[in-house]
């Protein structure tokens, strides 16, 4: 065979089994970003700042939902797992697998509000946040972990799994069930120890009521509640988690589960420790912030810094997932 024909059969042979070997390659061997074209994957996104509804491509909205969600201070590591978290969550109500969560929306997949989705903030008000030198290089750090992870999400037994998390868990993070009554037990929100919160400012606050306060606030929930006497004889923790979170407090003569206890007094957390320092004045300390279930954005932090990658940090935190790219069915159902 001369030379010239033997370069054209070496140049059809590799077009015809390069593609072949390459989706044969195992599944670790295949680069860690997504393989799954997301380009055309768009958020609907309610802006409560803006009382505005938009249509956002996915990895954008990621990266305006990691800078809203983690400082940018944080490392790489804990800031990829942000990111798939937040991928996670916006796909899992777009896909309506959590409820229809359209009818609070006004017909879009999440809002903006921290309380009730997930924050997310476009670069020209995070411009305003941070001083003009640091602006540029903050972004750029978040993009890249958006990106470096660009269509990979958690899943557990195949399905799309609901990542919540939250910014400290005061040293153990919740089991789901004890936050939501609603919800059953889920395999992969239960409570795991999170070491080194408290180096973050997050990590204890203190309040202090008058025992009026308390009185005026619980009778506007329990019109019928009954007080015996001063504060300190009138409250009690009756019941704490697995995770020594409140459950349950007596005040008076009702009992209130504590995460009602929380939303009435705007605590940071369950984790509750109360004093009286005076007569008829209370002092409440609570550990950790937010409701503790799933990823703690500081523990997260944490384990970034010893070392650890995305992969570990999302799989310690929620236990049993996996890390997989966007199936093409999901992709197909957001393209336009
Ligand atoms: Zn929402």
Redesign the pocket.
Known sequence: MKDKQKALLLIVCLLIFFPLARSFRKKEEMPQNSDANTSSVEIIV?NTRENVIKRINLEEYIVGVVAAEMPASFSSEALKAQAIAARTYALGRAVEKYGN?RI??FGAH??T?PA??QAWIPKELYQTWYPKSDVDKNWAKIEQAAYETSGLILTYDGEIINPLYHANSGGITEDVQEVWSSVNSVPYLQSVFSEGESDYSSFEKKVVFKGEEIREKLMKVYPDIVFMGSISEDMEIIQYTNSQRVKEIRVGSITVPGTKFREIFSLASTQIEINFPADDEIEIVTYGFGHGVGMSQCGANELAQKGKDYDYILKYYYTGVEIEPLSDEIVLKFGN
């Open positions: 309610y969560t609070n929306h999440v809002c509000n009730h989705c």
